[in-house]
């Protein structure tokens, strides 16, 4: 972790004490969203999602293998996140650390445990033919919130995805099939206030930080709790019902951006 | 799988596989800094390439036994995205990428004044979104656009194009089925204010005289690019000065 100078934190601490955040937001407001879809043309699906200066892309690339055993008529679903040294001055090139594991991994859970996508249907012999379905998602330009830009990234890009059949000789392609997704939201807490959307500079200073998953019945379908500091119960609460609200703007810019 | 005789890339007019003429380029478009977070930035369609392009530095060399006392380093980091070619690729260095990073890390070291900064080092990332025959010429064409963004002194800005050979024809800037199927490609760099040879690399067959013709070829084709590149640097300072 870099070191943060005390002047940032104080800054940031005393703003907070007047209910103000550096860049003007309130405090469970999200930075401009912005999609574009189609980015990468090699792709069986992309997206390039952009919340504020945080530029992140997804691509999705799919292919035929073998089933796990203990779901051998399911698809599969892997999920893989480089923190590439593109984005920031602290990123290093190498195997993929701690923090861009717990990336993938929460980006991960938010997809796969939400079952957005219909692993059942990607099935094609059960117990030995199964599509794969490879999630890759690159961090371009890192000024906070990765959680938020690499999920919303990851399901732009599924919600483009057309399953390859005709390269893999299986008939014609067809989209995805998917269900609603969940939408995440990250909130952190600095100096007894929690805020949506962290800059850079807010996750710097941040004691705690919390990911939540909504769907669009506003029910919880995942949560990742991260970084030393505690949360309390009521704390919690407002999280979730800020992730709620957040994420009902969120899915209109999502579903606008792949025209549905 | 195709094999080089069923496809035809070339016609009795010239006309090739794209439509394109002998001589003629892909269409190529430049966006200079267009990241926050890195000092210069560059992306890049080449074709059907997409790259992009980040410098940090000059500074401190890490690990510290990598600096060089009377110059900075240049480290290129050329590296393709999973979802970048047809069949995924796995994330991470492999020999190719390694061995273009260092071709390129070389190429970049020539044009720029390392030795103002001593025990630096510049740090040029190469990420490859959309890959389509002719990437490393794409990468370093917009890393030295990302360099210029950032301000680096050099001598010059450093730019690449390929020529080839298909079906005995010397052609600028070889397309995919082209690089499958043809019969030669010559990627190469150059300084274009002074003319020198910053990167060569020759796969194929070519005779002496197809060699000086290809070469030739690219040295124009990289003129042509270099051109490319000012206009996306001016453009971006333009904007700058017009909002000021």
């Given amino acids: 972790m870099p070191v943060i100078s005390s002047i940032k934190r104080e800054y ?81 090139a190498g195997p993929p650390r701690g923090d861009a594991i717990e990336l993938a991994r929460v980006v991960d859970r ?48 599924l919600f483009t995805t057309k399953v390859p059949a005709k390269r893999f000789e299986l008939g014609e392609d067809y989209p995805l099939p998917l269900r609603d997704p969940p939408v995440s939201c990250t909130f952190v807490k600095y100096n007894g206030v929690v805020v949506a959307d962290p800059s850079l500079d807010e996750e710097e200073i941040a004691e705690a930080r919390l990911t939540v998953a909504t769907d669009k019945n506003e029910d919880i379908r995942a949560m990742q709790k991260g970084l030393s500091g505690s949360l309390t119960r009521e704390e919690i609460k407002k999280v979730i019902k800020s992730s709620i609200d957040n994420g009902k703007e969120i899915r209109k810019i999502l579903y606008k951006s792949i025209g549905k | 799988m195709k094999s080089k005789s069923d496809v035809k890339l070339i016609d009795g007019h010239g006309k090739r596989i794209d439509g394109r003429m002998p001589h003629d380029l892909r269409k190529i478009k430049i966006e200079a800094g267009i990241l926050h977070r890195a000092e210069g930035s560059c992306y890049l369609e080449w074709g059907g390439n997409k790259v992009l392009a980040a410098v940090y530095g000059p500074r401190e060399a890490v690990p510290k036994h990598t600096q060089n006392p009377l110059r900075a380093i240049v480290n290129a980091r050329y590296n393709m995205a999973a979802f970048s070619v047809e069949d995924r690729k796995k994330p991470g260095p492999d020999r190719r990428s390694r061995e273009i990073s260092k071709v390129i890390s070389e190429a970049l070291e020539k044009v720029i004044l390392t030795d103002q900064f001593p025990r ?51 052609v600028l800037d070889l397309g995919k089925e082209e690089d499958n199927f043809g019969d030669a490609d010559l990627p190469v760099a150059i300084s274009p204010r002074t003319g020198e040879i ?37 453009s971006k300072y333009e904007s700058v000065l017009e909002v000021e």
């Fill in chain 2, 120 to 170: 630096a080092s510049i740090d040029v990332n190469i990420e490859v979104l959309d890959a389509e025959a002719g990437t490393r010429c794409a990468g370093l064409t917009a890393a030295g656009v990302a360099l210029a963004d950032a301000g680096i002194p050099m001598k010059d800005i450093p730019v690449a194009c390929a020529a080839g050979k298909i079906e005995g024809h010397v």
């Fill in chain 1, 12 to 92: 940031l601490s005393k703003l907070a004490e007047h209910g103000k955040r550096a860049d003007g937001r309130k405090f469970d407001e999200f930075r401009k969203i912005s999609i574009e879809t189609g980015v990468a043309s090699r792709a069986e699906g992309s997206a390039r999602v952009k919340i504020g200066n945080t530029q992140v892309i997804a691509g999705i690339k799919m292919d035929v293998g073998e089933p796990y055993s203990d779901s051998p008529d399911c698809g599969v679903l892997t999920t893989a996140a480089e923190l590439i040294p593109m984005a920031s001055p602290d990123f290093e």
């Fill in chain 2, 198 to 234: 910053l990167l060569m690399q020759m796969d194929g067959h070519l005779t002496l005289k197809e060699f000086d013709e290809a070469l030739d070829l690219a040295i124009k084709g990289c003129h042509a690019v270099s051109d490319i590149q000012k206009k996306a640097i001016m």
């Fill in chain 1, 110 to 157: 938010g997809v796969r445990e939400s079952e957005v996508v219909e692993l059942e249907k990607l099935c094609i012999t059960a117990g030995e033919k199964v599509w794969i379905v490879f999630v890759d998602i690159h961090i371009l330009d890192y000024d906070g919130n990765l959680f938020d830009a690499a999920s919303l990234a990851a399901l732009a890009a």
